[in-house]
C-alpha cells in the first residue's frame, strides 16, 4: 500500500486544472492512483498532461448534470470503475449580502453546490454498480464551518458542501462509500491570488493570513494531502468527517 492507500484505485478529481484540485492529482499519482482529470479550463488541463502525461483529461461544467454525468461515465470506461471523487472544482467570489447579485447568487450556488451534488449523485452510482464501496471527498471550507464577511453567496455554497458530506455519509456508509470534506482555510493557489487583485481584496488577504494562528497561508500541496489521506484506505473508518487544513483557523 502506498503511503495514503490510494495505489491503483480509479479516481476523478474535478477542477484539476489548477491550485488544490491540481496539487491533489500531483499526489494521487505519486501514491500509484489512476486519475482523470476534469476541468472547464481545457488550456490547464492540456499543461496537466504536459506535467503528468499518464493522467485522463475530461473537460466539463460540474453544474451540468449531462456534463458530470458524462465526465464519472469518462473515468469508468477508462478504468473500468470508480473508488474515488475527489469534488473540488469551484469559483471563489467575493462579496457582501449587498454587492452581491441574484446572478451572482445563482451562479455560485450552481457551481460549487449543484456541481458538488451532481458529481457525488453519479459517482455513487457508479461506485454502487460493482458493490465495492468507494471513497468521496468534498472541498469545503472554512467558510463551509464558521461565518465570514463578504461571503454572503460562497460561504452559504460551501455549507452545501459540509451538509453533503455528513448526509451522503450516513446515506451510503451500509454500501461501502465514505464521504469526507476538508474545510481548508486560505490556501495560496491562482483564485486566491486573484482575489488580491479585486477591489479590497489585498487588504483582505492581509486579514485572512493574520486569522490563521498560524499565521500564514497554506498550501496546495497541504490541501492536497489531507484529500489523499480521506481518499485512500489509511481513513478506512473515518466517515462524514470535516476535516480542517486552516493553520489552526477553526480552533480559534
Ligand atoms: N484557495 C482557498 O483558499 C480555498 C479555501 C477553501 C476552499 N477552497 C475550495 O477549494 C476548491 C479549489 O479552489 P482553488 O483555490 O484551488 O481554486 P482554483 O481556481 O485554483 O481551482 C478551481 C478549479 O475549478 C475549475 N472550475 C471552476 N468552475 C468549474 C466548473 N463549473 N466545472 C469544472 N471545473 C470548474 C477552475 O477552472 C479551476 O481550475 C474550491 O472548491 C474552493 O472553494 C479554496
Known amino acids: 500500500m ?139 471550507s472554512i467558510s463551509g464551518v464558521a461565518g465570514q464577511a463578504r461571503q454572503a453567496a460562497y460561504g452559504p455554497a460551501k455549507f452545501v458542501a459540509s451538509g453533503l458530506t455528513k448526509h451522503l455519509a450516513v446515506e451510503w456508509a451500509g454500501h461501502g462509500i465514505r464521504v469526507n470534506a476538508v474545510a481548508p482555510g486560505t490556501i495560496r493557489t491562482e483564485a486566491v491570488e486573484a482575489v488580491a487583485e479585486q477591489p479590497g481584496g489585498a487588504e483582505y488577504l492581509a486579514t485572512m493570513k493574520l486569522a490563521h494562528p498560524m499565521g500564514r497561508l497554506g498550501e496546495p500541496a497541504e490541501v492536497a494531502a489531507a484529500i489523499a489521506f480521506l481518499a485512500g484506505e489509511r481513513a478506512s473508518f473515518v466517515t462524514g468527517a470535516i476535516l480542517p487544513v486552516d493553520g489552526g483557523y477553526l480552533a480559534r
Open 2 to 140: 502506498g503511503e495514503y492507500g490510494v495505489t491503483g484505485k480509479a479516481c476523478l478529481v474535478t477542477g484539476a486544472a489548477s491550485g488544490i484540485g491540481r496539487a491533489t492529482v500531483r499526489v494521487l499519482v505519486a501514491d500509484g492512483a489512476r486519475v482523470l482529470a476534469n476541468d472547464v479550463n481545457e488550456i490547464g488541463l492540456a499543461t496537466l498532461r504536459e506535467e503528468l502525461p499518464e493522467v485522463g483529461t475530461v473537460v466539463g461544467d460540474v453544474s451540468s448534470p449531462a456534463d458530470a454525468e458524462r465526465m464519472v461515465r469518462a473515468a469508468v470506461e477508462r478504468f473500468g470503475r470508480l473508488d474515488v471523487l475527489v469534488a473540488n472544482a469551484g469559483v471563489i467570489p467575493l462579496g457582501s449580502a449587498l454587492e452581491t447579485t441574484v446572478e451572482d447568487w445563482d451562479h455560485v450556488l450552481a457551481v460549487d453546490g449543484r456541481g458538488m451534488f451532481l458529481t457525488c449523485k453519479y459517482a455513487i452510482e457508479a461506485m454502487l454498480a460493482d458493490e465495492a464501496g468507494g471513497s468521496i471527498v468534498c472541498v469545503s
